[in-house]
């Protein structure tokens, strides 16, 4: 099947630095992925749609200025937590449609950023 | 977007047969019936996809009333390893699909 991988696996930042997590996907080509958070004990959160070539859309409540994404190719698009701080510490998930009619998605095997 | 409406928790005993069940009463007529497999720390995993009656792959089956406003995922024979939180979507398959998870059930395997 298809295969979606995230860098880095984990992360540790000081608060008020950036961290930028990449999602690829390794043998099809992804025009739609999106990102999700996951704090402990807790489902999945939608933060992002990410289109390539274009500007993502943001669930409400999910900061854009904070949380920027880039889907710069069809195999890879990057989330940036910009000044980051303790409250933004948890595993972040992206995923990505399969190809053609494929409705299935392919999720990466997570990041988890803590920030100190 | 569809709601789903999953038990928070079930308990099991490995060899037996686990079924869980998924309410999604304003299921749309394009909405497709996805769950979800998730270990502690992972990304979840694709278990099975349906849209009506009944699905079967290597791993489980899906059950999918006429009316399409709940589903079943049934786990035969489960083993410890099969103790996860599952998740049941649904969601738009044809453009735009765009993937909003529930709470999940976490299942729980006993020796």
């Known amino acids: 099947g298809a295969v979606v991988s995230q860098h880095p696996s984990r992360v540790i930042c000081k608060s008020g630095t950036s961290v930028k997590i990449e999602c690829r996907s390794l043998?099809?080509?992804?025009?739609?992925m999106f990102w999700y958070r996951q704090f402990p004990k807790q489902s999945l959160m939608l933060m992002a749609t990410?289109?390539?070539?274009?500007?993502?859309?943001?669930e409400q409540g999910v900061e854009k200025d904070k949380f920027l994404i880039n889907h710069a190719s069809l195999t890879l698009s990057t989330l940036t937590v910009t000044s980051a701080h303790p409250e933004d510490s948890s595993f972040y998930i992206c995923s990505a449609r399969g190809p053609g009619q494929d409705y299935e998605q392919y999720f990466g095997p997570g990041t988890r950023l803590t920030v100190t | 977007l569809a709601k789903t409406t999953q038990p928070i928790s079930m308990d099991s005993y490995e060899g037996q047969e686990v079924n869980i069940t998924c309410s999604h009463n304003?299921?749309?007529?394009?909405?497709?019936i996805t769950w979800y497999q998730q270990f502690p720390s992972q990304g979840p995993r694709f278990i099975i996809q349906?849209?009506?009656t009944k699905v079967t792959n290597e791993v489980a089956s899906l059950f999918i009333p006429a009316d399409r406003k709940s589903s079943t995922l049934s786990l035969p024979r489960v083993s410890l390893s099969d103790t996860a939180v599952y998740y049941c979507l649904v969601g738009d398959g044809i453009g735009g699909f765009k993937t909003i998870f529930g709470a999940g059930t976490r299942l729980f395997v006993k020796a």
């Open positions: 304003n299921i749309a007529t394009n909405d497709y």
């Open positions: 990410s289109n390539e070539g274009s500007k993502a859309t943001y």
């Open positions: 043998d099809f080509q992804a025009t739609t």
């Open positions: 349906g849209y009506k």
